[in-house]
């Protein structure tokens, strides 16, 4: 056992099953055109929808702030880490999201951990959309709260759960947009499920922050949700908003509960203060001026028109989020390659990230994409789907 040839066998059934995973180098900024491995491309597959990952104003933010308070936060928030860039960041994403009160974490990851954890013990359940993201799946895992997964946005398969869970705390927790299909969850219906059920509800917006809703507060302000239905709303601050970081709104006791209990938020160093000044910069960018926005709308409507036009396999979103369906993950890892090689950067989705026999082309759209680099996009499909 002194050395790791034991792993070996995964590895190489991973490499045959078209699995294995690659990380390209990037040699510039995030931006709508990159230079990757080498290669300017056109990439369609940063979570960066509205181009603020490099936008001046934000890196000018960052910049400033770390003049004035230096790179490391030097401890959690608990010990001494808590400084005003992130006191003043909660407190105007609080007012953003409409809620009492934010918290932030280091990432959307932990954030989840942290709000399942902190809520659920082994005696009650956790109820989970079968297309949730991995970290709310995990955080139903470290709870070790009964899981209950029900079929994807459907309201009778995730009643007759409900229905059938016995005493304890029940919460039901979906993504507001999922993540690798880009369809948004029936909040809503699920809001009323929840209080029929006497269930709490959390929804996981990392992909609706910033884009939905008319002043980009997301999925809550997209259905006019207030706290009282939609009482969990956590969201990230590393894709629309082009930061870095995650924050979770709610009401002062399910807050003061996080900082009081949950271990993924006391035992880790807070973020560096000059990420939470780039987010507040980014926060104003999102709030005070809607051009972005527009944008995006308008790159998501014009790909979908070139797509169906093209006759590709479209799935059902009107999101940034446009998967295009191949099934093999092994052609999906071809065509991306093919893409590539065209100058177009898009992603080949597959297990276990997704389910077996859907692999599929992640391609995601931002405010910062051309019309031109639209129909390049459009052009390079249309040659290796033909
Ligand atoms: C990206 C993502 C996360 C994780 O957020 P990080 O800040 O990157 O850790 C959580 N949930 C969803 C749906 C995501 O897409």
Request: net charge negative; glycine share 8%.
């Amino acid at each position: 056992m002194s050395d790791f040839s034991s792993l070996n066998a995964a590895l190489e059934q991973r490499r045959n099953n078209s699995l294995y995973r690659q990380r390209r180098l990037l040699e510039s900024a995030q931006a709508a055109e990159v230079v990757i491995d080498g290669k300017p491309c056109i990439n369609f597959c940063s979570n960066d929808y509205l181009g603020l990952a490099n936008h001046p104003a934000v890196v000018t933010a960052f910049q400033q702030a770390a003049n004035d308070y230096g790179v490391g936060s030097g401890a959690s928030h608990l010990v001494c880490g808590h400084g005003q860039c992130h006191q003043q960041l909660e407190e105007e994403l609080a007012a953003f999201t409409g809620r009492d009160r934010a918290l932030l974490f280091s990432t959307g990851y932990m954030a989840n951990l942290a709000v399942i954890s902190t809520l659920l013990g082994k005696k009650d359940f956790v109820f989970e959309d079968k297309l949730n993201h991995a970290s709310l799946i995990d955080g139903g895992l470290l709870s070790a709260a009964r899981f209950q997964r029900y079929l994807h946005n459907d309201m009778d398969s995730l009643e007759k759960k409900l229905a059938r869970a016995g005493e304890g705390r029940k919460l039901i927790v979906v993504d507001g947009v999922f993540s690798m299909d880009g369809d948004l969850a029936p909040l809503p219906a699920l809001s009323a499920l929840a209080e029929k059920y006497q269930a709490w509800l959390m929804v996981d917006d990392a992909h609706g922050i910033g884009v939905l809703g008319d002043s980009g507060a997301g999925c809550a302000e997209h259905f006019s949700l207030d706290q009282q239905q939609l009482p969990i709303v956590m969201a990230t601050l590393g894709k629309a908003f082009g930061s870095f970081g995650a924050f979770v709104a709610g009401s002062e006791v399910l807050i003061e509960s996080l900082i009081q209990f949950a271990r993924p938020y006391i035992y880790t160093t807070a973020l560096p203060p000059a990420v939470a000044a780039a987010s507040l910069a980014s926060l104003k960018l999102i709030r005070d001026d809607g051009g972005q926005r527009e944008r995006l709308r308008h790159a998501i409507s014009h790909f979908k028109q070139g797509a169906q036009a093209l006759g590709l396999p479209l799935m059902v979103s009107d999101t940034a989020i446009q998967p295009l369906l191949i099934g093999s993950s092994e052609q999906a890892v071809s065509l991306s390659e093919q893409l590539a090689e065209r100058g177009v950067l898009v992603g080949a989705i597959r297990p276990p990230t997704v389910a077996v026999n859907t692999a599929r082309l992640r391609i995601t759209l931002s405010a910062a994409h051309s019309e031109a680099q639209l129909q390049q996009l459009l052009a390079a499909l249309a040659e290796v789907l033909a």
